[in-house]
């Protein structure tokens, strides 16, 4: 990416996203997930002291189908990632693929002054992100 331009999360996250009370169960997780065409869901913080929580369709794979348990009794906290890693809109594009690739993640919820306002996943980084470089030539 050029070093002239400076791409931020917030040019390429995705604004769509679900955010999900985590006594839910995983069946109506994939339902919603399904609906809202998303491949992640938002756990929602309990109270002002907790983090958010999120959970992959990968995950849901590994900890529910893989392990043979039913998706209509297991609750998405009992599958989820918390803390979940999450970044800040302003922060530069590169410094976001360095993270994801430093921890082994692959997509974020984007927060901005400690409410979620979207998502970013490596897809959203190279196709957003090379778009509007190739824009700018």
Same mark, same amino acid.
């Given at each position: 990416?050029?070093?002239? *331009?400076?791409?931020?999360?917030?040019? !390429?996250?995705?604004?769509?996203?679900?955010?999900?009370? @985590?006594?839910?169960?995983?069946?109506? @997780?994939?339902?919603?997930?399904?609906?809202?065409?998303?491949?992640?869901?938002?756990?929602?913080?309990?109270?002002?002291?907790?983090?958010?929580?999120? !959970?992959?369709?990968?995950?849901?794979?590994?900890? !529910?189908?893989?392990?043979?348990?039913?998706?209509?009794?297991?609750?998405?906290?009992?599958?989820?990632?918390?803390?979940?890693?999450?970044?800040?809109?302003?922060?530069?594009?590169?410094?976001?693929?360095?993270?994801? *690739?430093?921890? @082994?993640?692959?997509?974020?919820?984007?927060?901005?002054?400690?409410?979620?306002? @979207?998502?970013?996943?490596?897809?959203?980084?190279?196709?957003?992100?090379?778009?509007?470089?190739?824009?700018?030539?």
């Amino acid at each position: 990416m050029s070093s002239h *331009e400076k791409i931020r999360v917030r040019d !390429v996250m995705a604004n769509n996203y679900v955010m999900i009370d @985590g006594l839910r169960t995983v069946s109506e @997780g994939i339902d919603l997930a399904r609906e809202h065409r998303v491949k992640a869901l938002v756990v929602n913080k309990r109270n002002d002291d907790d983090e958010y929580g999120l !959970v992959l369709m990968n995950d849901i794979a590994k900890k !529910v189908l893989a392990k043979n348990r039913s998706p209509e009794r297991t609750n998405l906290y009992e599958i989820m990632t918390k803390p979940a890693l999450s970044v800040s809109p302003d922060m530069n594009v590169k410094y976001c693929a360095r993270l994801f *690739e430093r921890f @082994g993640i692959s997509r974020a919820p984007v927060i901005d002054n400690g409410e979620v306002i @979207g998502m970013v996943s490596y897809n959203n980084i190279v196709i957003n992100g090379m778009a509007r470089m190739t824009e700018n030539r």
